[in-house]
């Protein structure tokens, strides 16, 4: 954006804090709400309470927008914040942002007339998400396999965004790596990159040879019967958003090593992550004006 523009940044976690810092960095003027105990850069102004919000041009809820029950998500936060005390603070003439609207918050939303763009939803921001995502991943497996990538056995489970991210970063260290999509068009573009492929459905009998399995399909496609043909000492990493891919409580049971890593782009590399939703922000405004 070229123009100065006035930004609120309510709630969130260390992404919310790098995209305010950014903002401010950019030129921009920017004030914060329920971000008390995060590190704001000079030029932002913490906001004790939402007085003056409705002169914003640009009001920025968290990813994702409902934490808790009805609370606003604001882990950096001391007290407790609703969604129901925050929106109906919000007018329904301002451009306001959040990612991952539920139900619950839209309905909310509604209440007070207001309109939230999910910034979620955007390719952009999912793709540059996935970056931090597959090092992530590869982070979780030099740490937790004791052995190198190099010349170890991977296989990565989808080839959306992240899969074919996480297959060409675990290749590039060195491992051997397969991919298992549904579609002909994602396997075709795995073994246009070298690697070897198999069909999701047909797994039973061809995992017993990996050292690293990497999930990304957020359904349930490591079942116990295939966790259970796994060779002792594969690790399971599993990237799929909640219910996940793989069945914990067998994985468990077998002694199968299962890594649940839920939202690495927040934990792993915070700062791009408020990089990528700020400059799909700008993309938004853009798009508006």
């Known amino acids: 954006m070229k123009r100065e523009a006035n930004f609120w940044v309510l709630g969130g976690d260390q992404r919310q804090v790098a995209l305010a810092n950014a903002l401010a960095e950019d030129g921009h003027r920017v004030r914060v709400w329920a971000l008390e ?45 609703t969604l129901d005390q925050t ?10 942002c959040g990612g991952r609207m539920d139900d619950l918050t839209a309905a909310l939303a509604r209440r007070y ?14 793709v540059a998400n996935a970056v931090p995502t597959a090092e992530g991943a590869v982070q979780i497996a030099l740490e937790e396999m004791g052995v190198t990538l190099h010349r170890a056995r991977a296989l990565v ?30 396997l075709a573009w795995a ?6 492929t198999l069909r999701l459905d ?11 399995v990497v999930n990304t399909v957020p359904v349930r496609v490591l079942t116990g019967e295939l966790l259970a043909q796994l060779r002792s ?13 793989v069945d914990l409580q067998r994985a468990a049971e077998l002694g199968t090593r299962c890594v649940w890593a839920l939202s690495l782009p927040g934990k792993v590399a915070p700062v791009s992550a408020g990089l990528a939703i700020r400059d799909t922000v700008y993309n938004m405004l853009q798009e508006k004006s």
């Open 233 to 245: 000492g594969c690790l399971v990493i599993d990237l799929a958003s909640t219910p996940g891919g």
């Open 87 to 96: 929106l109906a603070r919000l007018g329904p003439e301002q451009y306001i």
């Open 191 to 196: 073994e246009a990159y070298g690697h070897d």
């Open 113 to 126: 007339g207001l309109t939230v763009h999910d910034y979620f939803t955007r390719e952009e921001l999912a």
């Open 37 to 81: 105990e995060g590190e704001l850069a000079e030029g932002v102004e913490p906001a004790g309470t939402l007085e003056g919000v409705r002169r914003a041009d640009c009001v920025i809820l968290p990813l994702p927008v409902r934490g808790e029950g009805e609370r606003l998500n604001a882990p950096l936060c001391p007290e407790p914040r």
């Open 202 to 212: 047909q797994l039973s009998g061809y995992l017993c040879g990996f050292d690293l």
């Open 157 to 186: 489970l989808g080839y959306g965004r992240v899969g074919r991210l996480t297959a060409h970063r675990l290749a590039a260290l060195g491992a051997r790596v397969s991919v298992a999509a549904r579609r002909y068009d994602a």
